[in-house]
């Protein structure tokens, strides 16, 4: 008895008896939670309070098996609006998959409260815009398409239809008579 105890502590011993598969960090099936940050990066030209726009807004990700390392060719996307039930009462993620290689089942949920504009300030810098809580997979790269908004730096104009997939977008502000832009989009993930 005794030394079962230590098996399981000591060695994360897996094939043990069911109490004892409690311990350790928060796991879900066998596998951990994570955090992942979408971090946006632009040159601001006249404008700020870039953000996605509704809970319908498709984030558009190549997302990599955790456990056997497959990346599906096509882009992925998820939404606010969609919510798939996991297994077990754990919740509900924006989007649960099973792996095509490995077929594991893997989740991905979009944090809603984390979605941050990006603004004039943050210009030519990194700033996470939101979070994805993963089970079992990793957003690797990250496609921006329609969806966006932005409003003038100083006028406060409204530009509520941006299309950010050629990377850079430009209109005009008339209320000030100037050019307005998001240039040079791209993107890093972090671990949160
Ligand atoms: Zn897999």
Redesign the pocket.
């Known amino acids: 008895m005794v030394r079962h105890t230590e098996l399981s502590e000591n060695h994360n011993f897996r094939g043990g008896p069911k109490r004892y598969r409690k311990r350790g960090p928060v796991q879900w099936e066998g596998f951990k939670m994570v955090k992942f940050g979408l971090q946006f990066k632009a040159t601001l030209e006249n404008v700020t309070n870039v953000r996605p726009v509704g809970e319908d807004f498709r984030w558009f990700l190549k997302l990599k098996?955790?456990?056997?390392?497959?990346i599906p060719e096509k882009w992925q996307y998820v939404t606010l609006v969609e919510s798939v039930p996991l297994k077990g009462g754990r919740g509900s993620a924006s989007m649960v998959q099973k792996?095509?290689?490995?077929?594991?089942e893997?989740s991905i949920d979009i944090l809603g409260d984390t979605i941050t504009p990006y603004n004039a300030e943050d210009s030519e810098n990194y700033k996470t815009m939101v979070q994805f809580e993963c089970r079992g997979l990793e957003p690797i790269d990250f496609q921006p398409q329609a969806g966006f908004a932005a409003q003038g730096a100083e006028s406060g104009t409204q530009f509520p239809e941006i299309n950010l997939q050629e990377k850079d977008w430009t209109d005009y502000d008339e209320k000030v008579s100037e050019s307005v832009g998001i240039y040079e989009v791209t993107h890093q993930f972090i671990k949160c």
């Open positions: 098996c955790g456990n056997c390392g497959e792996c095509k290689l490995c077929a594991r893997n």
